[in-house]
């Protein structure tokens, strides 16, 4: 049985401003997966409310952590949080991180034996193409933080979004990356209703490209490109030399009964449990604020949020399917 995972955004903020998050206009807030429902003015969890939360998703069932942002390594917490996480009895430990700041933390990583995976947000090995879409130049240093972390023996991932325009870049990321002894996951285009980023519909359509397409291309161009076999975590997986390739696919959801009723009808079903940076809970990209959530902080002073967070661990109980159809026809 796969491990329930949550989300939470431990810093609101970002030193990145990439394309496709809505950090643009917002003065360094990056909100794509920050789903607040407070304004940023009201201020952030402290990193005691955090741990209470996480003590709490555990109780309930939830058994993975991905920690995120914004940039999760702006909060200074980050090590001490996935330390506590390990320490209760979680079995997956990430952080999903551009790693632009890992330089502040070398001297306390080697010896770390609490992080399960290192996630790494890189959408390509191409200096200007970097700049183009990070608006930082920074390639050479987030290279040097992922070659820190492989020679320390971390199990490192690179993250990266698939698109038909960059299609073509897609071999010689494969090839580069092969090189570096990392894994890699290719997350298939996600169209988030609402979002007031440049994300809009019709470049979702144009821009979408199937993860089976993905692999087919990549078999097609790539010489001993491996095969294409379930994952059973909304994907795939195949591999090339050693190296191998998870293929995130947003067609395979898992859909609850309020997902039959839902206004939004996201793209990933209930895929997370995103824990946004003032505690706001909830399964949804709601970028609307129109959908129900947990308010965290009042579920912990009312002692409710252990039996609530129950509720939701049900839902990931349900069977992943396709349902893309009907997310196409409701779009
Ligand atoms: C928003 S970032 C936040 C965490 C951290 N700052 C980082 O850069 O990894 C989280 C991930 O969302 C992915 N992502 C962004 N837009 C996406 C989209 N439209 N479809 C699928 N994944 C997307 C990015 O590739 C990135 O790995
Ligand atoms: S937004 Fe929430 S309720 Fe609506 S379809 Fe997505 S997961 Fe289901």
Not at 46 to 57: A, G, R, V, Y
Not at 90 to 104: K, P
């Amino acid at each position: 049985m796969s491990i329930k995972n949550i989300r939470p955004a431990i810093s609101p903020f970002c030193n990145m401003n990439c394309r496709y998050c809505s950090n643009s206009n917002n003065a360094g807030y990056a909100k794509m997966e920050d789903f607040r429902r407070s304004s940023i003015s009201s201020g952030v969890l402290s990193t005691d409310q955090w741990l209470q939360i996480f003590k709490c998703f555990y109780d309930a069932g939830f058994k993975g952590i991905s920690l995120t942002g914004g940039e999760p390594t702006l909060n200074p917490d980050w090590l001490s949080m996935l330390k506590y996480c390990k320490d209760l009895g979680y079995v997956s430990t990430e952080l999903t991180s551009n790693l632009l700041t890992l330089g502040r933390y070398k001297e306390q990583l080697p010896g770390v034996d609490y992080i399960t995976k290192f996630k790494v947000s890189l959408d390509t090995f191409n200096k200007e193409r970097f700049y183009y879409l990070t608006r930082v130049d920074a390639l050479e240093n987030v290279l040097s933080n992922i070659n820190f972390l492989v020679g320390l023996g971390f199990n490192v991932q690179l993250n990266r979004v698939t698109m038909r325009s960059t299609q073509e870049e897609l071999i010689e990321y494969v090839e580069h990356a092969s090189k570096l002894n990392v894994s890699i996951k290719l997350l298939d285009l996600v169209y988030y209703k609402g979002s007031n980023s440049d994300n809009d519909i019709d470049e979702w359509a144009s821009e979408f490209i199937s993860s089976e397409f993905t692999w087919l291309y990549l078999k097609n161009h790539i010489k001993d490109f491996g095969n294409m076999e379930s994952d059973q975590r909304y994907g795939w997986q195949t591999s090339y030399k050693k190296m191998n390739i998870i293929l995130k696919d947003s067609k395979l959801t898992k859909r609850s009964k309020r997902c039959q009723t839902c206004p939004l009808y996201c793209q990933e079903g209930i895929f997370t449990v995103r824990i946004a940076s003032d505690g706001t809970i909830s399964t949804c990209p709601d970028y609307k604020n129109e959908l129900s959530y947990i308010d965290g902080v009042r579920a912990l002073q009312d002692k409710s949020l252990t039996e609530r967070l129950k509720n939701i661990f049900k839902e990931f109980k349900i069977k992943e399917g396709y349902h893309f159809e009907e997310y196409v026809r409701k779009l």
